[in-house]
């Protein structure tokens, strides 16, 4: 019964959010989607102010009541303050680049100040809503940066939510807050688990070519010594004995058409073998070497290049699961 009313509220709570704060991708903080309120210090000093003017009605203390008085200007002066430094500046977050499991995630948001006359000043403290990963950057004033790193436990794209950011400068008496949505995804790759390479280059539409590049695999022969050659190419066995200056040259052999398939580790656990796909394709694409990949019914053409690489490893990482909400407990 608890737990559903939570559940209700926390639903709620959501959908005013949406409608107060909704997504972008840069905020301006202003009274619109920002919160202010006592902290418990803050509380603290307000039950003194309290007191001494309880005291200073008591006994008709005249210097105990102005000292209530002084107290509480300081307090009011106080919330003004915090305000106007939270909204000096407006925020931008990075692009989150892939991780693989059991990585972290880099969540950088940047601080622009709005006007240079009116820096933004003290520490701001980061927390994804909803969880206790938090980080508090007390010299957010001079790097203009606040990071957070999270923990990549699974694979899939996942959306990130809600950015609690917050500010007790100066003192502390008060504590200004904000929930934005940067509108965000992190994309959790498989962790890559080393295997040897298992190419199936029986396509129909594509053949088993394979040829020989220049390259820095196998020695392949000697050549006549040109100046620019690297000198750890120079053949100095062979110039010690008396011969000419010589360099070696090297080839690799250059797969086309190769595939990478599910279906060759049909007999092994899912994680695992995309594990393994993973490995391969990282491997593949370091050689540049041209393949493709068959997951399922989906299927990326041979290509190489560090794009082709990031699109067969998103594919892994999404496949049979849904956009799900970003979880780091």
């Known amino acids: 019964m608890v737990s559903r009313l939570k559940r209700s509220l926390h639903t709620i709570h959501d959908r005013w959010l949406q409608r107060r704060i909704p ?63 939270f909204t000096s500046v407006s925020l931008a977050v990075k692009d989150i680049l892939p991780v693989y499991q059991q990585d972290h995630a880099l969540l950088s948001i940047q601080l ?11 520490g701001l403290h980061m927390q994804l809503r909803g969880s206790k990963l938090a980080v508090l950057n007390r010299r957010a004033d ?16 996942f959306k990130l939510p809600r950015v609690t ?43 088993d070519a394979a040829g020989n590049v220049p390259g820095i695999d196998e020695f392949d022969t000697l050549r006549s010594f040109k100046p620019g050659d690297p000198m750890n190419r120079v ?13 070696k040259t090297f080839n690799q052999t250059q797969q086309e058409g190769g595939w990478l398939s599910l ?31 068959l997951l399922g019914n989906k299927r990326i053409e041979p290509a190489t290049g560090e794009a082709h690489k990031h699109r067969c490893l998103k594919y892994l990482a999404d496949y049979r699961q849904t956009i799900n909400d970003y979880a780091a407990d």
């Not at 003192?171 to 688990?193: A, E, S, V």
Request: hydrophobic share 40%.
């Open 23 to 85: 997504p972008s991708h840069r905020y301006q903080l202003n009274l619109k989607n920002v919160f202010i309120f006592p902290s418990r210090f803050g509380f603290g000093y307000l039950l003194t102010c309290v007191g001494l003017f309880i005291l200073g009605t008591n006994y008709q203390n005249n210097l105990m009541l102005l000292l209530f008085q002084f107290l509480l200007a300081i307090f009011l002066l106080h919330l003004f303050v915090t305000y106007r430094n």
């Open 112 to 122: 622009h100040v709005n006007n240079e006359s009116q820096p933004f000043n003290g």
């Open 142 to 157: 001079q790097d203009k940066e606040v990071k957070l790193l999270l923990p990549a436990r699974q694979r899939g794209t």
């Open 165 to 207: 950011l917050s500010s007790t400068y100066p003192l502390g008496f008060f504590r200004c807050w904000t929930h934005l949505d940067f509108n965000k995804t992190l994309t959790i790759y498989p962790k890559p688990i080393p295997s040897a390479l298992k190419l199936d280059a029986s396509d129909a539409n594509q053949g």
């Open 235 to 247: 053949a100095w066995k062979q110039a010690a004995k008396g011969g000419e200056l010589s360099t």
């Open 263 to 293: 279906e060759t580790y049909a007999g092994e656990p899912l994680e695992k073998a995309l594990g393994l796909l993973s490995y391969q394709i990282n491997r593949l694409s370091s050689r540049q070497h041209v393949f493709g990949l």
